[in-house]
């Protein structure tokens, strides 16, 4: 088999490696003295259109695919960015693909755009207190009113919700004991982080010190309708974890990685 990279891979990698080489070692170390979120990176990486590698050029991004988002995440760790310099960008690449691939043309249009102008941050809320991997019992709760849902629970482990504008969440609509099929049940939203129905206390943990870790505790957070994403009670099947192999890359359009290399 052969690992080596194509010239297209290549060229992607001599692109990101470029950006990276503005921000020094002695930049990486100041954050992760300081615990500074790289907002300048970020911005880097905006500017010359990274944050949508992935995204469809109808909303302002290159239409790669996630083999090429990864191969970009590498170079920038390799970079001596670290973990740092990776999860500064990845929440907003990997974790944005389920309004990739399960919002509407409506929701596409408002939420990704400004995800790849640079101008939102979002971060994404799973994980919570005694329920990581046993995602099926998660306990926040969605409860429709109207127009409108009610949020409230916890969430721990939140990276960038320091500095996030906006929140992809995963929450329960309907009672576990309610469903007949436990894979049912939890509904997926994005949603404006909004901090005075979200207390955000930061954890302290080793490494990756600029990208803060946080434990969020939300109390009657108003979700609109129109901010969730798919049919409600089948969010697990739209998690951040799920990339359908017909969204890797757009088919055929050669000029998507030139909008990155030129
Ligand atoms: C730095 C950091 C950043 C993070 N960022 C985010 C984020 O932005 N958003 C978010 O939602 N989450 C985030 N997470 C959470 C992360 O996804 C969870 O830590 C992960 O899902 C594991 O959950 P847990 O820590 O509760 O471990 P647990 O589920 O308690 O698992 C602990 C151990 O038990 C094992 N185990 C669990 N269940 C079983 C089983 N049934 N059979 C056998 N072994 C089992 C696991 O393999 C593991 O070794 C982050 C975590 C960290 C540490």
Not at 169 to 196: K, M, N, Q, V
Not at 220 to 245: A, F, I, K, N, T
Request: charged share 30%; hydrophobic share 40%.
């Amino acid at each position: 088999m052969d690992f080596s990279f194509s010239a297209e891979q290549q060229a992607i990698r001599d692109a990101v490696e470029k950006i990276c080489a503005r921000f020094g070692d002695d930049y990486w170390l100041a954050k992760d003295r300081d615990g500074d979120f790289p907002h300048d990176f970020h911005r880097a990486f905006a500017e010359a259109g990274w944050l949508g590698v992935c995204m469809p050029q109808e909303y302002g991004g290159a239409g790669l695919g996630v083999t090429e988002a990864a191969l970009m995440m590498q170079t920038i760790a390799e970079s001596g960015a670290g973990m740092s310099g990776a999860s500064t960008l990845h929440m907003n690449i990997f974790g944005l693909n389920p309004v990739v691939v399960f919002g509407s043309d409506e929701q596409k249009r408002r939420m990704l755009s400004p995800l790849i102008a640079g101008t939102d941050k979002a971060c994404f809320a799973v994980t919570e207190p005694n329920v990581g991997l046993d995602t099926l019992k998660l306990k926040t709760k969605a409860t429709r009113d109207g127009d409108r849902y009610l949020l409230s629970g916890q969430k721990i482990w939140i990276s960038t919700a320091q500095v996030a504008s906006k929140m992809l969440i995963l929450a329960r609509t309907t009672p576990l004991e309610e469903l007949t099929e436990p894979t049912d049940g939890l509904s997926l939203f994005y949603t404006d982080f909004d901090r005075r129905r979200i207390e955000v206390r930061e954890i302290e943990k080793m490494g990756r010190k600029a990208v803060d870790s946080n434990q969020l505790f939300i109390d009657g957070l108003e979700v609109p309708v129109e901010d969730r994403l798919g049919e409600e009670g089948r969010g697990l099947r739209q998690g951040p974890h799920r990339v359908r192999p017909a969204d890797r890359r757009e088919p055929g359009d050669p000029a998507s990685a030139r909008r990155l290399l030129d």
